[in-house]
């Protein structure tokens, strides 16, 4: 029987999925994703998101420390929060980014996991974090890929039938029905590309790979960061004016 080379580990996964965020966050500012183009090429991005929320899940099970694990991805939700607006130009108390969604989802498997709960005051703490990470970028579904993903570690098939269940019911049916056919010429179809991130996950071989500073702080320093450069680039250089034939 043909036996899947387990060759990624977690830290070539976060790079993967860094590297396919900047490309998606890239192409949504310099280029349209209602053109041909820009559907393509903003549907590789989409894998950054489940990837993002499988290792959160990925951190529950490992973490040391819950609180200070939580704590940490809360300081950096309000870090991120002005360079995301700033990057997609919103409000500030008009959204956010995913970062606040992950530490909701990181709440709420924390509570749904939690043996000092009931299962009433389980489910109100998840509604309760589902409310407030609607105005998160990936919104309630970036928490419930979380929960989801930890409900079920361990067992891989339970996770990926649980990432495609939350993904077409809560993500692309919503995305269908405000986007589709009559809404936009190329509707949101990069969308599907949440589900590019199934065979890379598959990959996974458990580890987290070499230990360093540098891995430990990329993310944290990366995410805010690539925003801040992005938004640079657009307001203060033409690189804007390259891809508008696009």
């Not at 570690?153 to 049916?173: C, S, T, Y």
């Amino acid at each position: 029987m043909f036996k899947i080379d387990k060759c990624l580990t977690a830290n070539t996964l976060k790079i993967i999925a860094s590297i396919a965020m900047f490309f998606d966050h890239f192409v949504a500012v310099f280029i349209s994703h209602d053109t041909l183009m820009g559907l393509i090429l903003r549907t590789p991005g989409r894998i950054a998101a489940p990837i993002m929320c499988y290792f959160i899940a990925e951190g529950y099970h490992y973490t040391s420390n819950l609180k200070k694990y939580i704590y940490r991805l809360l300081v950096f939700a309000v870090i991120s929060h002005l360079p995301y607006n700033l990057l997609f130009g919103y409000t500030f108390f008009q959204a956010t980014s995913i970062i606040w969604g992950l530490a909701m989802g990181l709440i709420a498997l924390a509570a749904v996991k939690s043996d000092k709960l009931n299962i009433i005051v389980k489910f109100i703490v998840l509604g309760a974090c589902c409310a407030l990470s609607i105005t998160a970028n990936w919104n309630y579904v970036a928490v419930l890929w979380v929960v989801v993903f930890g409900l079920f570690h361990g067992n891989f098939k339970r996770q990926i039938l649980g990432l495609i269940g939350v993904g077409i019911i809560f993500h692309l049916i919503p995305i269908y029905l405000n986007y589709g056919p009559g809404h936009e010429v190329y509707p949101h179809w990069f969308q599907v590309g949440v589900f590019l991130a199934i065979p890379l996950l598959a990959l996974y071989n458990g580890k987290l790979g070499k230990k360093t500073k540098f891995m430990s702080w990329f993310f944290y320093v990366f995410y805010p960061g690539h925003m801040i450069l992005l938004y640079l680039l657009n307001k203060y250089t033409s690189v804007s004016a390259l891809f508008r034939w696009l």
